[in-house]
């Protein structure tokens, strides 16, 4: 059963022990812009079930190509061509649809296209960096992008960040409302970054790393990494028949 | 059935902007426009249209140049403009959603939105008017979640069952917003003196 975009059921509380303390010494920054009262608990109203839903007419042609949406005519990013794929899900395992994904990357150098990025390795004129796209019925997405590049950032004197790719997700609700970083399977930089470290153990770490797909690579174009997302799950309520529970 | 687990939030990063402002951080033309920019209404709409502008400070009270916020609302009959608002059709020139970046400059947002109705809980309870806000930013491991409230409303914000969760008066007053006009001002302290009160939606 797919999860049904109209379902007002509450959300079941965040469990905050399975994602990062907002203040954790080894990310620096996080030190004074980490809150120190503890947050307040309420049930969900209408205003976290609720949450803006984007119609098909939102999304471009290209806005899932990350290789050609900021490409001449013709061209492409210069980098390992990948896709990225996986299938937005919520705690119950239901499938959501018609949710925006959005996404934005380094290029295949390690290098933002952002008035703030001063790293030397060198802006891909073929390479933007965003994209989006809406899930499909099934929950699933697909995006077509190069492969980004591990980048330094002012931390420790020399941290890297391992090579990643940013996610914002919505689902149905505003309290379903995510931001995550997907890592590759393999990469040696994981475990250094301080970063990944803000989450507190290894199988939430796990969840955010990619695997690689070979059922999905397209032999002689692009190797495919399988990438789910999990978002919160509803309460089921006296009124849903499942006297069972859940 | 198991449960699954909600995958971890990570930060959103200095360049998050990259993604849900690509306008705005320098790279144009990706879309015809940055999603939720310009005012949450269009011509027709009803209710009180205002601006809503505000700064968000760290611990050591500077603000921040580099965060995201988003803002989610009812319309003037406090209706949500989603598929799981069971009370009604909200109003059609109202979107509701609003995401802005703040100033590279002097940290400011801005929103051009409208006073929003209250909204009953169905049992009797009902929500003064407000608006929910969502704050991302670099060193912000887990978005932020908080609500600005308006101060000409005192007897429904007496009465509203989010505030009344809030245990100490001063802490209270965070979520109220700061009226000149139809300009409210709602800054919000991530810690320290001040500290806003987040929640745990
Ligand atoms: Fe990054």
């Not at chain 2, 426009?33 to 601006?51: A, F, H, M, Q, R």
Request: hydrophobic share 35%.
């Amino acid at each position: 059963m797919r999860n049904d975009p109209g379902d007002a059921r509450p959300f079941i509380p965040r469990d905050l022990a399975l994602h990062p303390a907002a203040f954790d010494p080894g990310y620096k920054t996080s030190v004074l812009r980490s809150p120190r009262q503890a947050l307040i608990s309420f049930q969900n109203t209408p205003t976290e079930i609720t949450g803006p839903m984007f119609g098909h007419d939102t999304i471009g042609p290209l806005d899932h190509d990350l290789t050609r949406n900021w490409a001449q005519p013709g061209l492409s990013a210069i980098g390992e061509r990948i896709i990225v794929h996986g299938r937005l899900m919520d705690g119950e395992g239901r499938p959501v649809p018609d949710a925006l994904i959005e996404i934005w990357q380094t290029n295949a150098g390690g290098r933002y296209r952002h008035v703030r990025d001063t790293y030397v390795a060198p802006l891909d004129p073929n390479f933007g960096g965003c994209g989006r796209t809406l899930t499909r019925e099934d929950g699933s997405y697909a995006f077509m992008t190069v492969r980004p590049g591990a980048y330094p950032w002012p931390n420790r004197a020399n941290d890297w960040r391992p090579a990643h790719i940013h996610f914002s997700v919505f689902g149905h609700g505003f309290a379903q409302r995510l931001i995550t970083q997907m890592y590759f399977e393999g990469d040696p930089s994981i475990p250094l970054c301080p970063i990944v470290g803000t989450v507190p153990d290894a199988e939430g770490i796990a969840m955010m790393t990619a695997t690689l797909d070979m059922d999905a690579t397209v032999p002689f174009d692009a190797r495919a990494w399988r990438f789910d997302i999990v978002l919160r799950g509803r309460r089921s309520t006296p009124f849903e028949n499942r006297p069972e529970g859940n | 059935m198991a449960r699954l687990r909600e995958t971890p939030s990570q930060t959103a990063g200095p360049y998050v902007h990259i993604g849900m402002v690509p306008t705005f951080a320098g790279v144009e033309n990706t879309y015809p426009e940055d999603l939720g920019s310009g005012p949450l209404y269009s011509d027709g709409v009803k209710g009180e249209k205002i601006t809503i502008k505000g700064r968000i400070f760290d611990g050591a009270g500077a603000p921040i140049r580099d965060a995201c916020v988003e803002i989610w609302q009812a319309d003037a009959d406090g209706l949500y403009n989603s598929p799981a608002e069971r009370r009604g059709l909200s109003d059609r020139h109202f979107k509701g959603w609003g995401r802005a970046a703040v100033s590279g400059d002097n940290g400011v947002y801005v929103f051009e939105t409208i006073v929003p109705g209250k909204v009953p809980l169905g049992d009797g309870r009902v929500q003064a008017p407000h608006i929910a806000f969502w704050i991302v930013a670099r060193g912000i491991n887990v978005g932020l979640h908080t609500r600005m409230y308006f101060p000409q409303e005192s007897e429904a914000n007496a009465v509203d069952p989010v505030l009344n969760r809030i245990e100490h008066p001063t802490r209270r007053a965070t979520l109220i917003a700061e009226r000149e006009g139809n300009v409210y001002t709602f800054d919000i302290r991530l810690q320290g003196d001040g500290e806003t009160v987040f929640l745990d939606v």
